[in-house]
């Protein structure tokens, strides 16, 4: 476990957090049972982490390449979902995973273009679980020039359905994050079944099998930022998936 902090303090130096250019992220081992429990942390948290992520301004933002489902929800990266606006991201720790678009140096590459919003590439298999790839996006950011991810608090009640096209029947998870995502408090995620509901209550901090504790999202909770994970394996796994639609219930 040392091990493992030294390694994220030296990642965390390189990352260089700011509001609204670069993110970070944070991972934590999996349980052994393969059901996975590596938690990403992306975007614009304004202090530490130990990831890296692309770029959250109008001008930067980065995006995918190749066939892509066509959303009602995405323009030019850009996402605009009932309460939810801001523009979209990715995020991974060094050697974690391959993404396309890489938004790892302040900008993304390829940029988020038209109506789809995708992420494709390979999870590296990790002894310890601790690969993953995020698509994510701010929750309460304008599309302006000066465009400061801000929070959004969570209802009493409801939830959210995202409908993704995942032609590989990759595993995903929801995750909702507050300002400081590098803290394992700060962050709340449940599997993803697309197009199906999944409510606020049922976002629960390390919420993999084995995961400790397990914390739900309470009403009145910040949201800074959403995103779709990839958990990684002990083994490379390929990943290729878009976000279709997004709803706020």
Not at 180 to 192: K, M, Q, T, V
Not at 212 to 237: H, K, Y
Request: hydrophobic share 35%; with cysteine.
């Amino acid at each position: 476990m040392k091990r493992l902090g030294l390694v994220a303090d030296c990642a965390l130096l390189a990352c260089l957090c700011l509001l609204t250019i670069c993110g970070c992220s944070d991972t934590t081992p999996r349980t052994s049972t393969g059901s996975g429990g590596s938690t990403a942390a992306g975007g614009s948290t304004g202090g530490g982490g130990s990831g890296t992520s692309g770029s959250t301004s109008k001008n930067t933002t980065g995006g995918n390449k190749g066939d892509a489902a066509a959303s009602d929800v995405i323009n030019d990266g850009y996402i605009t979902a009932g309460p939810w606006m801001g523009y979209g991201f990715t995020a991974t720790d060094p050697g974690a995973a391959t993404i396309t678009p890489d938004c790892g140096g302040g900008s993304c590459n390829p940029p988020f273009t038209g109506s789809t919003f995708c992420m494709q590439g390979t999870v590296t298999g990790r002894a310890d679980y601790t690969g993953f790839a995020m698509l994510g996006w701010n929750v309460n950011q304008e599309d302006s020039v000066n465009n400061i991810a801000n929070t959004w608090a969570v209802p009493a009640s409801g939830g959210v359905i995202v409908t993704v096209n995942n032609p590989g029947n990759t595993e995903l998870r929801l995750q909702l994050q507050g300002t400081d995502p590098h803290s394992g408090a700060d962050r709340w995620c449940a599997p993803l079944v697309s197009g199906q509901l999944v409510p606020w209550s049922s976002l629960l901090t390390n919420c993999w099998t084995g995961g400790t504790p397990q914390n739900a999202l309470t009403p009145g909770t910040p949201i800074q930022q959403a995103a779709i994970i990839v958990p990684g394996l002990q083994s490379d796994l390929p990943f290729n998936f878009c976000i279709v639609d997004i709803q706020i219930q």
